[in-house]
């Protein structure tokens, strides 16, 4: 029998030495050095990190995009032939056809390799931590997207225009939407300012902070949210500071309702789902609210 | 009062063999009858159905000449005082709230204690001598104490009989003498005492009536001389026991002997 | 501590609850604006907030409260178990899982009533089930059978709500945690009559059952011995409780630790009668979750925190102080 003092040392070693078998399980060299397409930054500051370089010229044939708006900017680009697969959220008739991966976030892998793409947009942050790591164990590119404000769209269009050698197109797409949204800055300006709140429904329901994708459209359109003091971009709001707060109009999505008591005695305005996620179509989701605001200025 | 039992069969449920089989006993008003048997062999069941809580398969417990079934149980509660051979409280009680609780059979839905009520608790503490611990809690007391405590519950009820499985098995020798000096007092002034015990001199010593089960049957019956027999109690209990007259108080005494051969002269 | 002067002091301490939470919220009002409004004068805004908001809710903060206090403290002495609490039996599993299906399948925009029917339809399933495997396995509902039935019922909840938000968008399951998170800012009058419907009467049923909860937290063959019907007594505490439980839930969402820690608190001072644990827990749960809604809606004002964070930042550590003083006793 061991003698009584080496045996807790002998435990331990035993209960850590499956531990080294991690160190030597992977062989693989250093990983390859991270390649920045130029000017491929969101406004937060983000990276959207190429996994694997592409050189000049290389084209890339099969896309397989999990970002549903990263999706309509390639077929708006022109590139939509070059999509192979289509998440669950990708409902256009267009799209239809193609194979789907399942959900944005956390996507089949199997149905993805059996896709063979050359290229894979995902989301970036920190929505889907698993997906990056499985894209490089299979050695499969990809490119993070993040697009949260009105300037993310801009990169995003002009990334993926560059990427895909359709930097023209992308660069009117970009013009076409700025025009239409200096348009409707243009007409806002002219008229007095609305007070309003974006709500999510709920019990308490949910508020737009200044700090959205949506808050910078009720800036855009003339919209003066009642809650521009709100310190994060989403929050919970007591119901009777919609009262206090003397707000003209409230903005909700379509189908959503508000607690009838502040519905008795709020105008409440409905406004189309594409307001709520970033995508090519800004312009049109500037215009639902600016049409909300002030139903009489925009026809 | 009187309880009579004739021809129990009490099951548990799931159970192979029936707790009790066949059972019938009669205590007659105001006696001291003890229940003996080794572990296992029904005692606590046969308490159980006396009192109603378990129903036979077939068979029936008559309390007053009245079905048990019929009794109304506050009804029941104001006429035995009934004391289980263990409980495990929750939450921590003084001693002499649960004592109060052996007057809930006798107040009204709305009604409070009154000084009737008081006095009764006050009585049944000193009685058990627990009167010293009332504000102590009764997680707080030693096992002997608590029985004591029990007991003493019973006692508020004010009953007109008591039924107690191993009220004295935590007692030293000072306590346990009180308490069963309290039950034959009882018995002797009209009460009905049905005791459960392990302890055969003792019971042979104050009980007027033995019933002697085993297996869930009756064994024997009767007066203690009659039931506690060496060769009948060596049979049931499993082991040699050789029964005398002790000689200080007359009743007889159960010697369990050594097992193997007598050792040499 | 005595009972009298306990149950003076919760009086007061409800009162003043109830009070600072009609005048104190998320918009400043002044006391003035607070008194007019009661009188009928005042602006109509100020009107609107006070008696169309605040005093529905703080009323509301007390029935469910004051509601959940009772339910723990009856399932503490029907369980025989100092850990019980209302949602042990599964209960918050059921009503989240009502509310969840609800919230995914869009039906919550239908009508306001759908999220509280819906979460309410749900509690009474869990209760139902649970008393149907306790009452197959033994009539007599036991114990341990009911508890353990209540942990399989509220995991195989868990599991469907899991199932239905692994499914569910982004939006759909923001809802729904924050629905489990519990609110009271959909108290209306509404709910206010419907939880009062539920509560009130049961708590004067549970009133009425105290002696008999002193008796079966003893024990369920020595209650029998002192008079108590226990088969009926516990049908009838289990379903009063559950039905307590499941009102305040389907109103307001789960709101933990006031039915576990309220009840302990009130032991701590007063003992375990329950002649006087139930009125007085009532009362300390009322005030208790009163301010700590007022809390949740004017710490981060305009925001508004979820109640049950509230109930558990101030409850947890209550709690473990409670636990030390009893335990260094």
Redesign the interface.
Known sequence: MLPHRRRPVLLALTALAPLTLLACADPSPDPPPVAEAEGVRNAAGSLHVMERPFERGERIERIVSLVPSATEVIVALGAGDRLVGRTDFDTASALAALPSVGGGLGPSIEVLLSLEPDLVIRFGGDTDLATPGRLDDLDIPHLAVIPERVQDVRDMIGDLGALLGRAEAADSIVSHIDRELARVMATAAGLPPVRTAFLLGGSPPWAAGPDTYVGELIALAGGDNVFGDLGRPWSGVSPESLLARRVDVVLMLEGARLDPRLAQRLTVRHVALVVQLPGPRVHEAALAIARALHPEAFR | MSFRATDLRVRYAGAASPALDGVSMSVPEGALYAILGPNGSGKSTLMRTLMGILRPESGGVWIEDRRVERWDRRELARAVGAVPQSEAMAFPLSVRELVAMGRYPHLGPLSAEGAQDREAVDRALDRCDVAHLRERPVTSLSGGEVQRVRIARALAQEPRSLVLDEPTASLDIRHEMAILGLLRQSADGGMTVLVITHHLDLAGRFADRLLLLDQGRVVSEGEPRDVLQADILSRVYGWPVAVDVNPITGAPRITPLNAGPPPPP | MSRRGLATLLVLITVVAVATAIRF?????TSRDVLAAFRGGGSA?AR??VL???LPRALLACLIGGGLALAGATF??LL???LAEPYILGISGGAAAGAVGVLAL?W??AA?WTLPAAAFAGALLAILLVFSVAAAA?RALDVRVLLLAGVVVGAFFSAVIALILSMS?A?TV??AV??MMG?L??A?WQAVTMVAAYTVPAALVLL?LA?SL??L???E??A??????VERVKLVAYGVASLITAAGVAVAGVIGFVGLIVPHGV?LLV???YRALLPLSFLAGAAFLTFADLLA?VV?????I?IGVVTAFVGVPLFLVLLRRSLTR
């Open positions: 919220g998320a918009e400043p009002l805004g609107y907030i169309d908001f605040r503490q002495a025989r178990n100092p869009g919550v925009t306001s033994d968008e939006r923001r809802g924050l629905w609110s800012a959909a209306d009425g002696r002193n008796l937290a003893i024990g063959e020595t029998s011995y002192l008079g108590t019907d032991r003992g375990s009668d809606r981060l004002a305009p925001a508004e979820p």
